[in-house]
């Protein structure tokens, strides 16, 4: 009967920023534009590349597909966090809480699955930019879009069923503003090792091994680009990797630096804003400001609905 009561917890407490009373207010304006932003310059380069005929190309397509997913990723933290910050809400139920980490680890992992293959993307084009149409076909843009998806939904299910399943007793108060996995295991007072080794697993399978398949596919990249004898030929090559580059190494330097530490502080969790809030928030500028195609579909866009004026002689 004691074993049943310890498992039998119906809500945690997301402590969230409670440590920085005085930034609530400030944090909550700043993520609540932040994410409308974001989720505003996302579906334009979703509508975009649906509307403008000279952004269907594959590589415009991952970025689509990446824009949605980023909305979705955002999507599942941030309305919790602003509740928190604003209304200071800070219970979660206990299937609520484990459904948030489902979905934050299986978007997690599409993300880092979707950049690899959009590097892969990158990598065919530079390198055999004459086969290019031919090999990344309809077909395959489809299969290479949908298997992040897919490996990400089953890979997020594994550590969550390991986490769900220990005992939570001693303490309900989650120092994070989302369900985290290293949150919940530390709050766990049975052995969290079995629920530890999964994850670990899990991050290097998922994690590690697309971050050194990008690394593999960037250095292919540069050392095609150096043997190109035209400076404007090697600046075209790179403009065409350079947004998706800057990306990445945003995307990995963060979740490196939040997940590799042994330790967690109060701190800490700014730095998961990076890649919860700011990242998302910074990827539609990325895309836009740094890239001529999409900047020039654009003002097409915006122009060719602006009346004509016709001056009569």
Sequence with gaps: MEDFNQTMVKDFILLAFSSF?????????????MCMISITGNLSIIILVKIEHSLHTPMYFFISVFAGLEILFMSVTIPKLLANLVANYKHIAFIECFAQLYAFNAFGVTECCLLAVMAFDRDLAINNPLRYGAIMSHRLCLTLAVIPWVGGFIIGIIPIIFTADLDFCASKEVNHFFCDLAALQN???????ISNVATSIITVFAGLAPFMLIIGLYIHIIITI????????????FSTCSSHLIV???FYGTVIIMYIRPSFSDYDKFIALIYT?????????????????????????IFSKCPTKHIHR
Aim: one cysteine or more.
């Design 21 to 33: 009373p005085q930034l609530q207010a400030l944090l909550f304006i700043v993520v609540l534009v």
């Design 187 to 193: 709050l766990s007072c049975s052995n969290p090792i």
């Design 226 to 237: 150096s043997k190109i004898k035209n400076v404007e030929g090697k600046k075209k090559a």
């Design 248 to 250: 990445a190494s945003l």
């Design 277 to 301: 809030v700011l990242i998302p928030f910074l990827n539609p500028f990325i895309y836009t400001l740094r890239n001529k195609d999409v900047k020039e579909a654009f003002k097409k866009s």
